[in-house]
């Protein structure tokens, strides 16, 4: 690996992991891509889907944790939300994880491009306004089988799940926008254990990539979940919905051009 290499995942890291801790997801919306495009980008090297989904599957742990710290201090991590769609989304992410060695590099982007287009749509949906406050009702079915659903593709891509958690806990489910971020990185962190099993061991894991978005994510992802404290709650909406639609947009147009 050379020192442009190491260098330009650093970066990547701190990027990703800073706007994850900041929009209560694990990273991988923003990661896949990077990781996917920069480093060929700037002819530094190259990975392919496979080895991307089964970087981020493993340093989603790191990101999403180091957020989940950044947020304990606070009453917005919601113990029964987290408890329902946490064990529904591992169970999903196990059996995707698991399913994602018999995908081609295109079947990997086409579940991502999916994902993506589906968190766009319930982005920009209109909706009204949820009060920001730490007292939350739900539909517990609902919310434990569109966690499994989400559980299910986030396996085969190597993510967390969290860009698609938030717009369903914001949009279907109605949780208050700083409730969302604070208990989407602790599902997404679940999630994430169950993607990290099934990589690991069908061996889509580089390591060394691995450690070196983790230690930028011990970094950034807190400094993140701080500045997701005090900023304003459409603003974080918006910003959210910005983010999954370029990628939408970027993934499809290379899946379909």
């Known amino acids: 690996m050379t020192i442009g290499l190491i260098v330009t995942l650093f970066a990547i890291g701190l990027v990703g992991s800073f706007i ?26 190259s990975f392919t889907s496979h080895e991307v989904s089964g970087i981020t599957a493993v340093e989603v742990l790191v990101t999403s944790i180091s957020g989940v710290l950044a947020f304990r201090k606070g009453s917005y991590l919601n113990a029964q939300l987290i408890m329902i769609m946490g064990a529904a989304v591992l169970v999903g992410s196990l059996g995707g994880s698991f399913l994602s060695s018999g995908f081609s590099e295109e079947g990997v982007n086409l579940v991502y491009g999916i994902f993506a287009l589906l968190a766009a749509v319930l982005m920009l949906i209109p909706r009204k306004q949820v009060p920001d406050t730490t007292e939350v009702t739900f539909n517990k079915p609902l919310a434990a089988a569109l966690a499994l659903f989400v559980g299910l593709g986030s396996g085969v891509v190597g993510a967390g799940g969290g860009f698609l958690l938030v717009p369903i806990m914001l949009v279907i489910l109605k949780i208050p926008t700083r409730v969302t971020i604070a208990s989407s990185l602790a599902i997404t962190f679940i999630s994430s254990i169950g993607g990290s099993i099934g990589k690991i061991s069908t061996g889509q894991v580089e390591w060394l990539p691995v450690i070196i978005l983790s230690v930028a994510a011990i970094i950034a992802a807190p400094i993140g979940a701080k500045v997701a404290k005090s900023m304003n709650t459409r603003a974080l909406q918006i910003f959210l919905a910005l983010l999954i639609t370029l990628t939408a947009v970027k993934i499809w147009t290379d899946i379909l051009f």
């Not at 994850?20 to 090297?45: D, E, H, N, Q, R």
């Open 20 to 45: 994850s801790g900041m929009l209560g997801i694990g990273g991988a919306i923003i990661k896949f891509p990077m990781l996917l495009y920069i480093p060929t980008l700037l002819g530094v090297g």
